[in-house]
């Protein structure tokens, strides 16, 4: 059986990687996203399972010790990170499996998953980002100074990727990740049975 893609998609803060995502996920049926595992506690609303697998902070460090993560992150006194056994038995059964995660977490994937197709968000500008970190009325100066240099360490980043996509909307973002998909599902290295006549 051909082996499900691993797609990753990441970039920077506030180049749109949830939107985007949630787009290709209502246009490619055929492609399932990997939740997540967090040691934070639930905001109002969310379903374990659901936004995140929700575990104890020592439940996730037993979960770590037993090698139970893709990747996984500290950040900010919590842990956050990509739970295997699910992403293995979805490729494993042909499926492809979306994963949108932080520059450092596709990094670490990189390392385990070579054959994974990993895309690269760009925003159009740095002022167009600024603008989406701004307009969402949440973070203070303070903050939005700190993400915004975060944000360009991160896009010096995105060249360790196969591909970069700009987001200049979400149609054509989506558009681009579909194109390429439709070549990555080509790749001869996916389906070595094919050539076994």
């Known amino acids: ?12 803060s506030g180049t749109g990687k949830g939107t985007v995502c949630k787009e290709l996920l209502t246009r490619e049926t055929g492609i399932a ?19 995140y697998y929700f575990r104890t902070r020592e439940e996730f460090e037993q979960m770590i010790a037993a090698g139970a993560f893709l990747e996984y992150a500290d950040v900010y006194g919590n842990y956050y990170g990509t739970p295997l056994a699910p992403i293995e038995e979805r490729r494993a059964a042909g499926e492809d499996i979306l994963l949108e995660i932080d520059t450092q977490g596709a990094l670490n994937v990189m390392e385990r998953c070579p054959d994974g197709t990993f895309i690269f968000l760009l925003p159009p500008s740095l002022e167009e980002l600024q603008r989406r970190i ?7 100066e303070e903050s939005i100074a700190r ?4 944000a360009r360490d991160e896009i010096r980043l995105g060249k360790r990727y196969r591909y970069a996509v700009l987001n200049d909307t979400v149609e054509a973002a989506t558009d681009r990740i579909q194109t390429i998909l439709a070549a990555e599902r080509l790749r001869a290295d996916m389906d070595p049975a094919q050539f076994e006549l």
């Open 1 to 12: 059986m051909k082996k499900g893609l691993l797609i990753v998609i990441s970039g920077a």
């Open 33 to 51: 996203y990997s939740v997540s595992a967090t040691s934070r506690t639930p905001r109002a609303g969310e379903q374990d399972g659901r936004e």
């Open 134 to 140: 701004t307009g969402r009325g949440t973070e203070t």
């Open 147 to 150: 993400r915004l240099a975060a």
